[in-house]
């Protein structure tokens, strides 16, 4: 058992029966541990609550990986990995081609995130405690996935916050710049370490199939279009024509290499813009759609940018409403985490009422599948979004 013990104030005993994450003002004391270790969390009276990894650094300075009394080893962690791996092949012959495999909190492994790109792995650690242990986690995978090789991919701004230099290339010998891999069909060019995430928007697999199927006949819009993979879901699913806008260079080439690589350019139509103020330029134009997807990036890192963002929510759901033709579909999102559902749907209603217009909800949308919510956890359902239709 580990040396370490940290015990908490009278009465924080209770969330952290449920919930994996310890935050300074939680802890009464901290006895010998050295940051990035296991560490046993007690109660005030003494009573083993669980263990997990230690970091005196940041303010969520414990992530607690499992309430039995058991050694965080090199056997735990291959234990977890493979229920996690289980779950994802749960109903299929083997492990998914394209998808996460592990993902944080969720899988009971806080702070490793695992994807997969066809033949390879994309690893990160997200803090000082998993960034220690990824040659057992390396290990375990090896075994696990039979052999797919692992390139390493960690968030500088986590590392920075954890205090670890971030790991960045092939783990164990050498690979491929980049990958190729299909998305129901859909092909797409991954160049790995660069871009955001760890490739592609994984976490929105489901949603672009559900566009796909939406986009018949129809003109599509995909604002904030990042590489295109709304963009390209919607031609292959037969839009007459798909307008792609993204402010960032970078990700209109691969935008448009993914369009290329699917035999989709000729019905394509690249826009290097800021989203707000096309969207604004296709209303005064009158433009109309029959499918649009507002999928921005997080406008709220911070509880203190939650006002600011709930504006920018409203100014581009408003405009994307006014561009919709009767009977068109809006697939609208927010990614960040301190937007809570409740406040997104608020805006949404309130930028319809602005706009003038009548829509049915006809679904409230989330992360993929591979993507687990936990019911106690409320922090690992970051992704909501809304399925409009213009009455």
Known sequence: MERGVLRLKRGREKRART????????????????????????????????????????????????????????????????????????????????????WSDADGLPGLVVDRYGPVLVVQCLTLGMARRRPLVLDALGTLTSGLPVFDLDETAAARLEGFEPARGWARGAGPASVEVAEDGVRFRVTLGAGQKTGLYLDQRENRARARGLAAGREALDAFCYTGGFGCHALAGGARRAVLVESSPEALAAARENLALNGLTDRAEIVAANAFDELRRLERGGARFGLVVLDPPPFARNRTAVDAALRGYKEINLRAMRLLE????????????????ALFEDVCRAAAADAGVRLR????????????????????????????EAA
Do not use: M
């Open 361 to 388: 909800v006809l679904e409230r949308l989330a992360q993929a599948s591979d993507h687990p919510v936990l019911l106690t956890v409320p922090e690992t359902r970051y992704l909501k979004g809304l399925l409009l």
């Open 326 to 341: 009767p009977g068109g579909h809006l697939l609208t999102f927010s990614c960040s985490h301190h937007v809570t559902e």
């Open 19 to 102: 919930h994996p994450w310890i935050f300074k003002g939680d802890v009464a004391d901290v006895t010998d541990v050295a940051p990035g270790s296991a560490v046993t969390v007690v109660d005030a009276a003494g009573r083993f609550v669980g263990r997990g990894l230690y970091n005196p650094r940041p303010a969520l300075c414990c992530r607690l990986l499992t309430w039995t009394d058991e050694p965080l080893d090199a056997a735990f962690l291959r234990r977890r990995l493979g229920q996690a791996l289980a779950l994802r092949a749960r109903g299929r012959p083997g492990l998914p081609e394209l998808g996460r495999l592990v």
